[in-house]
Antibody, heavy 122, light 108 residues
Framework: QVQLQESGPGLVKPSETLSLTCTIS??????????WSWIRQRPGKGLEWIGY???????FYNPSVKSRVTLSADTSKNQFSLKLTSVTAADTAVYYC??????????????WGLGTLVTVSS | SYVLTQPPSVSVAPGQTARVTCWGDIIETTSVHWYQQRPGQAPVLVVY???DRPSGIPERVSGSKSGNTATLAISRVEAGDEADYYC???????????FGTGTKVTVL
């Protein structure tokens, strides 16, 4: 069973860059057939898809954050990462990493990490 | 951006059936997936591709779709089913993951 674990700072200052890493265990990021994604949930709100990455480096982002977000993958560490620049209080959320099952044409998220709370505050 | 509309809340007595609906223009032409999120926990996939269940999800959880409305049904509801439920689709035109607004299921 694949397991995902988010890690990174829990507190980020406004205007700085939020950086999170998702470590995959029980499976390989480059096993193929899966994309890897970040999803966030603002306090008391619903789920928002941020973007996905394929191990080869193919990425796609939600237009709502596209100008500020970068996803990357490190196959040697079996990890993928999220960078979100110029953060504001509106970026305060629990951030989840998730595996994307390729049920083309409709993808879904079949494995999730536990999530990590990131607070943007000075 | 695309919106999937769910009722904010559904209340159900133990042993009865809870039904959560998800409406959106795109639903008729794509597959719908459902997630359960218990308080303080990460979401869990409970139905994929309209009506399939991942291993470990009980048979009393089912999904269906008619036209632009998808429905998640939970029969013989138990206290442990109290959670938020989200539908999700993939907008193929925009290559965008879209979640529903979420429904809080309360067991009376």
């Amino acid at each position: 069973q694949v397991q995902l674990q988010e890690s990174g700072p829990g507190l980020v200052k406004p205007s700085e860059t939020l950086s999170l890493t998702c470590t995959i265990s029980g499976g390989s990021i480059d096993s193929g057939g899966y994309y890897w994604s970040w999803i966030r949930q603002r306090p008391g709100k619903g789920l928002e898809w941020i973007g996905y990455i394929y191990y080869s480096g193919i990425t796609f982002y939600n237009p709502s954050v596209k100008s500020r977000v970068t996803l990357s993958a490190d196959t040697s560490k079996n990890q993928f990462s999220l960078k979100l620049t110029s953060v504001t209080a509106a970026d305060t959320a629990v951030y989840y990493c998730a595996r994307v099952e390729d049920g083309a044409p409709s993808y879904y998220f079949d494995q999730w990490g536990l999530g990590t709370l990131v607070t943007v505050s000075s | 951006s695309y919106v999937l509309t769910q009722p904010p809340s559904v209340s159900v007595a133990p042993g009865q059936t809870a039904r959560v609906t998800c409406w959106g223009d795109i639903i008729e032409t794509t597959s719908v997936h459902w997630y359960q999120q218990r308080p303080g926990q990460a979401p869990v996939l409970v139905v994929y591709s309209d009506s399939d269940r991942p291993s470990g999800i009980p048979e009393r959880v089912s999904g269906s779709k008619s036209g632009n409305t998808a429905t998640l049904a939970i029969s013989r509801v138990e206290a442990g089913d109290e959670a938020d439920y989200y539908c999700q689709v993939w907008d193929d035109n925009s290559d965008l993951g879209v979640f529903g607004t979420g429904t809080k299921v309360t067991v009376l």
